[in-house]
């Protein structure tokens, strides 16, 4: 599953499933429209994909380079585990956040999200 959301703040693209080379095309097709989009950041929530080889992180790594060329944030949201081991194999482990419940971007309520740099919100107390 690959979807798209673009608002004023960010293009938000939620994967789910298995990322590797049957896919590639595909990714790096929705990826391009975010990181081209008009918006100061990209994120990628990866909660939901259950697995992902090097073939399936390279169109994330292309991205990232993209959205800083232009000037933008990139994030990965909370990947599991396993996705986040080959993450920063591929030296995008200092792009990943992981979040609370709910997580950011999908909390309905404007004060559970974090500010327009995508920062965490501050875990309550």
Same mark, same amino acid.
């Given at each position: 599953?690959?979807?798209?959301?673009?608002?004023?703040?960010?293009?938000?693209?939620?994967?789910?499933?298995?990322?590797?080379?049957?896919?590639?095309?595909?990714?790096?097709?929705?990826?391009?429209?975010?990181?081209?989009?008009?918006? /100061?950041?990209?994120?990628?929530?990866?909660?939901?994909?259950?697995?992902?080889?090097?073939?399936?992180?390279? /169109?994330?790594?292309?991205?990232?380079?993209?959205?800083?060329?232009?000037?933008?944030?990139?994030? #990965?949201?909370?990947?599991?585990?396993?996705?986040?081991?080959? %993450?920063?194999?591929?030296? %995008?482990?200092?792009?990943?956040?992981?979040?609370?419940? /709910?997580?950011?971007? #999908?909390?309905?309520?404007?004060?559970?999200?974090? /500010?327009?740099?995508?920062? @965490?919100?501050? @875990?309550?107390?």
């Amino acid at each position: 599953m690959i979807e798209i959301q673009e608002t004023p703040r960010a293009a938000i693209v939620r994967l789910g499933g298995e990322f590797d080379l049957a896919v590639v095309a595909d990714l790096e097709s929705a990826l391009d429209r975010a990181v081209t989009g008009d918006h /100061p950041a990209v994120a990628i929530e990866c909660a939901h994909v259950s697995f992902m080889d090097i073939a399936g992180a390279r /169109p994330l790594m292309s991205a990232r380079t993209a959205a800083v060329r232009r000037g933008k944030e990139f994030v #990965l949201l909370d990947p599991p585990p396993r996705v986040s081991y080959v %993450l920063s194999i591929v030296g %995008l482990g200092d792009a990943v956040l992981a979040l609370e419940p /709910p997580a950011w971007p #999908l909390a309905r309520d404007a004060s559970q999200r974090p /500010p327009p740099h995508l920062t @965490p919100p501050a @875990p309550p107390g």
